[in-house]
C-alpha cells in the first residue's frame, strides 16, 4: 500500500527524560518536555509510515475507519499487532534511528 494521503495516528512511544540525559541531552525541564513531545512525534510518523506501507487497502481503510470512530488506542494498537508481525520491530528500530539522530545533533540541541 503506497498512500501517501493517509495519516494515522499511531502512539507507540515513550521517550523519557532519562532516555535523553543516557544520550547525553541536558535540557531545562520545559526545553526537554518540548523536545520528548517532538521525538515521540516523529517516531510516531515514522512508524506510521511504515504500518501504512505494511498494510493491504482493504486494512488501510478498516485501520482509517477504526481511528475515525475513535476506537481504544489498545483495540487500534492490537489490530496492528495482529497484521503487522514486525510492528515491535518497526517500533525498536524508529526509537533507536530517532535516538541516533538526536546524538548526532545533540551539541546543536543543547545551544
Avoid at 46 to 59: A, C
Amino acid at each position: 500500500m503506497n498512500n501517501d494521503q493517509t495519516q494515522l495516528n499511531i502512539r507507540a512511544t515513550i521517550v523519557t527524560k532519562a532516555q535523553l540525559n543516557a544520550i547525553g541531552i541536558s535540557l531545562p525541564d520545559d526545553q526537554m518536555q518540548a523536545l520528548i513531545q517532538h521525538v515521540e512525534e516523529t517516531i510516531n510518523e515514522r512508524i506510521s509510515e511504515e504500518v501504512v506501507e505494511s498494510l493491504t487497502d482493504e486494512q488501510l481503510a478498516e485501520l482509517v475507519k477504526m481511528q475515525d470512530s475513535n476506537a481504544p488506542a489498545e483495540e487500534i494498537d492490537a489490530w496492528i499487532r495482529e497484521r503487522v508481525p514486525e510492528y515491535d520491530e518497526i517500533i525498536e528500530d524508529n526509537v533507536t534511528i530517532v535516538l541516533g539522530e538526536l546524538v548526532e545533533n545533540s551539541d546543536a540541541i543543547q545551544s
